[in-house]
């Protein structure tokens, strides 16, 4: 036990292993179930999985010791943050050793799955007896050893040590993309691979690298990514601004392409690693660095610092139009600057022509007939699903993944997270719908390489558009309804966790509920009754955000009574965290209350006038903060229709009071930076505002 390892994980609730640590003069950090994870998690580092004696006390013996198969699989899958470390340990480490396993055991079981890349490096320690049916049992999940705990010791002793990072082109955290390395494929596509990088994303790389700059594969979108290398050639940073749908892997992988033939080295983050700290200091000296992160919410905890360590890095970040205003602010406190926005939504005419030539030699002229001259890459691919060639295709080839359960469950809930832009570990899938998804698609392993995009730490979609597509056209609103409610309390078990914040905050947003369930009947009656299965749950209840999206749904329905009141208890769950910010509540909030006084009609006095006073106020001061006017815009547009049905209800001190807010609000729009405003419609607004001050004479 003197060696250096990543980290050791025991169900044992003895300290031998401390012990034999200062035994050896070496120390050993120790933590159990009970305690929060460090920020600073030492390597050599023990966690006591089923609780730790040395931590033991008549207070923590609730948290701290896991008794029996039940209460284990309860607390620990569901419940402890450290579950999460393990995962995240386990896709770092280089190896994998279970020492001592049994059948039996459900509390290793439970951490284990049948991932081809995990188990090739998985290894079970038996003792020195050769149990053929045990090696047979765990074939899926690893390589039985039949050494004892003396053979480990001396195959420990004997095998080279593991070296520090100090090749760029292999690192952990960072995946290094090199086109030249890549370019390994020998024929042309076929059209069936062209039909499946559309209909389902299976994109391969080295085939892109190996057509540009032909248009075989995939269009080269040439004027954006010119768009792109020139932001970064005078910024620091690129935003690339991409709806759902809108090829944004491929489009980052065009990206680095280009740049590769500058002379950039491109590198994608993949996560936190051990060896995150000797990675940066080597990319400190890489030359000409560029940093892609496909995801924000990957990026948020870490871009920031390698942005101060590395300062000739430029970092090209890939960011949700739908997110961008509304988390604005976290890139101006994350992204390095300068930087500067690209939207990559649009396909220009070259690109339009050049993508309506490759459908017609992959064999799909007839179901695409892309009239327009401009049109985003999602509404292409919306069409392409619509011709029943497409339909077809999916109905066959997936017909033994549709009429499977367990199959079903685990294609709901991946197409859901994708469609969503969230992503979730494996073990995640398998805590919400009961089965481990690698088994259960091991026997159509064809599908799943089509559809799923599988790692040692990945089970997801390729595609977002076509889960958007299938979840509409092949689940039903019960299935989806119960896969939400489930998804939603697991990752509520989790909310510690940034990444499972954001994804029980997407699940639970009316606007994501609605937009998946809008073409079935009574959609919004679904998405009341999904939120009201949820607010039992106290980890739920307790979320400012639930109540929030709760309100927006009532207020869809013209419950207007029960949307306010909601409202009130979203600022109460906020009062009760401190620092949190109300934007998002605030913009709702006037929202509720220019419909409830709308609803009132005419004749009688407006009878929440101070408190809409103050809203304005509020909003005015929200429009001169840059990371927080997107919240205010759009609502101000509803102040018009009041003011038309009501402007009589008014006293005169009212409407000057009125005229004077809505005037500073017109002003402080007109001042926004002309980008800006075309970007988010803001004129729209002001012109709005400035109809209702004529409407108050």
């Given at each position: ?183 390994k494929a020998v024929r042309a596509p076929t059209a069936n691979e062209v039909l499946e990088l559309l209909i389902y994303g299976s994109f391969n790389y080295a085939r892109c690298v190996s057509t540009l700059p032909e248009q075989t594969y995939v269009i080269s979108r040439e004027k954006e990514i010119r768009d792109v290398v020139t932001a970064l050639s005078e910024n620091r940073s690129a935003i690339i601004d991409s709806r759902l749908g809108n090829g944004k892997t491929i489009f980052l992988h065009l990206c680095f392409i280009e740049l590769a033939s500058q002379g950039y080295n491109c590198f994608l983050f993949k996560g936190f690693g051990p060896e995150i700290d000797a990675e940066i200091d080597l990319l400190r000296h890489a030359p000409r660095p560029v940093i892609i992160f496909d995801q924000f919410t990957m990026a948020q905890d870490i871009i920031a610092r390698l ?391």
């Open positions: 036990m003197a060696e250096t390892w990543l980290r050791i994980y025991s169900t044992n609730y003895d300290d031998a292993a401390e012990f034999q640590h200062l035994d050896s003069g070496r120390v050993l950090s120790s933590f159990d179930v009970s305690q929060p994870i460090p920020n600073r998690f030492p390597k050599n580092s023990i966690v006591h999985l089923h609780g730790s004696i040395r931590t033991l006390t008549p207070e923590n013996i609730t948290t701290s010791l896991v008794l029996g198969e039940t209460s284990y699989i309860r607390q620990y899958l569901q419940k402890s943050p450290w579950y999460n470390q393990f995962q995240a340990d386990v896709k770092f480490a280089s190896k994998l050793i279970v020492v001592g396993y049994s059948l039996s055991d459900y509390h290793i079981s439970a951490l284990l799955m049948e991932n081809p890349d995990l188990a090739s490096k998985t290894f079970f320690v038996q003792s020195n007896r050769v149990d053929p049916v045990f090696s047979r049992r765990t074939s899926s999940y690893g390589t039985a050893l039949f050494i004892g705990v003396k053979g480990l010791a001396e195959a420990i002793r004997v095998l080279p040590r593991p070296a520090k990072p100090s090749d760029v082109t292999r690192l952990k955290s960072f995946k290094y993309l090199d086109p030249l390395r890549d370019n942005g101060s360590e590395i300062p000739a890095a430029k970092f090209i970040v890939e960011v949700r139009t739908s997110i961008l205003e509304v988390r604005y602010h976290d890139l101006l406190d994350s992204v390095p600057r300068p930087f500067v926005r690209v939207g990559v939504n649009k396909l220009s005419p070259a690109d339009v022509a050049a993508f309506r030539e490759l459908c017609r030699k992959a064999g799909l002229a007839s179901g695409v007939s892309i009239s327009r001259t401009t049109v985003e890459m999602r509404d292409v691919l919306l069409e392409l699903f619509e011709s029943e060639q497409i339909k077809d295709r999916i109905r066959n080839e997936l017909s033994s993944v549709f009429s499977n359960e367990p199959r079903r469950k685990v294609l709901l809930l991946t197409m859901l997270l994708s469609t969503y832009q969230v992503s979730a570990d494996p073990s995640f899938i398998r805590t919400v719908t009961g089965v481990d998804p690698y088994h259960e698609f091991k026997p159509v392993q064809e599908i799943a390489d089509e559809v799923f995009e599988l790692s040692a730490d990945a089970f997801r979609m390729r595609s977002s558009i076509f889960s958007e597509y299938a979840v509409r056209h092949f689940m039903t609103p019960n299935e989806i309804a119960d896969c939400v409610v489930s998804a939603a309390l697991a990752a509520a078990e989790r909310k510690s966790s940034r990444q499972y914040r954001v994804l029980m905050s997407n699940l639970l947003q009316y606007s994501n509920l609605h937009e998946t369930l809008k073409s079935h009947k009574n959609a919004s009656f679904i998405v009341l009754d999904i939120y009201e299965r949820l607010r039992y749950d106290e980890r739920i209840n307790d979320e400012p955000l639930f109540w929030l999206q709760y309100a927006i749904a009532m207020a869809e329905r013209g419950r207007l009574l029960p949307a306010r009141e909601f409202i009130k208890t979203a600022y109460d769950r906020a009062a009760d965290r401190p620092g949190f910010q109300t934007y998002q509540i605030d913009t709702q909030a006037f929202r509720i209350l220019l419909l409830t006084e709308i609803d009132e009609g005419p004749g009688k006095a407006v009878a929440h006038f101070d408190e809409i006073i103050k809203m304005l106020e509020l909003f005015d001061s929200m429009l001169n903060e840059e990371s927080h006017r997107s919240f205010a815009i759009k609502v101000l547009e509803g102040i018009s229709p009041l003011i038309d049905l009501r402007r009589g209800d008014f006293s005169s001190g009212e409407k000057v009071a009125l005229a004077f807010w809505l005037s500073r609000l017109s002003a402080t729009l007109s001042r926004l930076p002309a980008d800006y405003r075309a970007r988010t419609g803001s004129d729209l607004t002001r012109a709005a505002i400035d109809q209702a001050i004529r409407l108050l004479g």
